[in-house]
């Protein structure tokens, strides 16, 4: 069975500083990793993907992702933090087989931006 | 073009009522997704149609949950009997199978007094 676990159910930077999002996953089968931000009262938005293609993926708003199997991680990163980062963000793991397209979601990370 | 639209974005009913809830995927998507989110549970999976086969209903969490989807496109997840534990933001999601991206509706509020 997939699971995902996000350390750290908060994290706070200061603007201009680094963004690290710790994700780490458990799979039977080669995963399809994904990262969603949700926005206060909003629905859930793609970031970036990762399908066994490149292990370094880039998403919308500069952040990125590597894959590291060995260390069976995701983590997201963004060099430099932005106000408008503040949010919340999930990992996700899709199933295989059958049903490769249902999600397992991390319990979220909300991310604070500090002046 | 137009994304996941869900309606009510919010419905207070009363304990032991039934409530629907209604989605509609974004046009030519075959596969829809429901999801539920709660402070304490986080997000989980409830149930997953995928073009004409059977759903997926792995995730209902009791015989009080029901879906269905009419013609391959809009969506109705139904709650009979609603308990208090089942307030939460339901959450719509269609993906077009090739792509995997899953895009998501702004949910619907339900509170169960």
């Known amino acids: 069975a997939q699971s995902v676990t996000q350390l750290g159910s908060h994290v706070s930077v200061s603007e201009g500083a680094l963004v690290l999002l710790r994700c780490n996953y458990s799979?039977?089968?080669?995963?399809?990793l994904f990262w969603y931000v949700q926005y206060p009262n909003q629905g859930l938005q793609l970031l970036l993907k990762?399908?066994?293609?490149?292990?370094l993926v880039k998403g919308i708003n500069g952040f990125e992702a590597e894959f590291k199997k060995s260390e069976t991680s995701f983590h997201l990163t963004k060099p430099s933090a932005h106000m408008s980062d503040a949010a919340e963000y999930f990992c996700?793991?899709?199933?295989?087989?059958?049903?490769?397209?249902?999600?397992?979601f991390g319990q979220g990370t909300i991310l604070t931006v500090h002046p | 073009g137009a994304g996941v639209s869900q309606s009510p974005s919010n419905k207070v009913t009363e304990k032991g009522k039934d409530v629907e809830l209604r989605c509609d995927p974004i046009?030519?998507?075959?596969?829809l997704y429901w999801y539920r989110q709660s402070l304490g549970q986080g997000l989980e999976f409830l149930i997953y149609?995928?073009?004409?086969?059977?759903?997926?209903k792995s995730g209902l969490p009791s015989d009080r949950f029901s879906a269905e989807r009419t013609g391959g496109s809009v969506s109705t997840l139904t709650i009979q009997r609603t308990q208090q534990e089942d307030s939460a933001v339901y959450l719509c999601?269609?993906?077009?199978?090739?792509?995997?991206?899953?895009?998501f509706g702004p949910g619907t509020r339900l509170t169960v007094l």
């Open positions: 999601a269609s993906s077009d199978t090739l792509i995997l991206e899953q895009f």
């Open positions: 799979s039977s089968v080669p995963p399809y």
């Open positions: 990762y399908t066994s293609a490149a292990t």
């Open positions: 996700a793991v899709s199933h295989g087989g059958t049903s490769y397209g249902k999600l397992t």
């Open positions: 046009s030519g998507h075959t596969a």
């Open positions: 149609f995928q073009g004409n086969s059977a759903p997926d």
